[in-house]
């Protein structure tokens, strides 16, 4: 598994609150992979997100159906803070502000 693998899954994890994938809101700030291991840092919309819970364990078992893919990590992080900025110009011109 390469890493360009592992960003092509992540583009299949919807914020269901948004509907747009996790990849094009700027959520995901990193992911390394290693013999298998991928390692997430990523961030949600707002530190209260209701899905604080539920999108990394969303981002792990997209990632594990990924062959060779063998244990995941993700790390919650709040620094540095989302800001709409980070969404890519496909997910401004899906939520209409473009």
Do not use: F
Not at 39 to 46: A, E
Not at 59 to 81: H, N, S, Y
């Amino acid at each position: 598994m390469v890493e360009a693998e592992a960003w092509q899954q992540l583009e299949n994890v919807y914020d269901p609150e948004l509907g747009v994938n996790l990849v094009d809101l700027g959520l995901v700030y990193s992911l390394a992979v290693k013999a298998g291991e991928v390692h997430v840092r990523m961030t949600l919309t707002t530190p209260g997100c209701p899905m604080s819970d539920s999108m990394p364990e969303a981002v792990e078992r997209a990632l594990l159906m990924i062959p060779g893919a063998c244990k995941v990590a993700v790390d919650l992080v709040w620094e540095p803070r989302w800001v709409p900025e980070m969404m890519s110009e496909r997910a401004r011109r899906e939520l209409g502000w473009m």
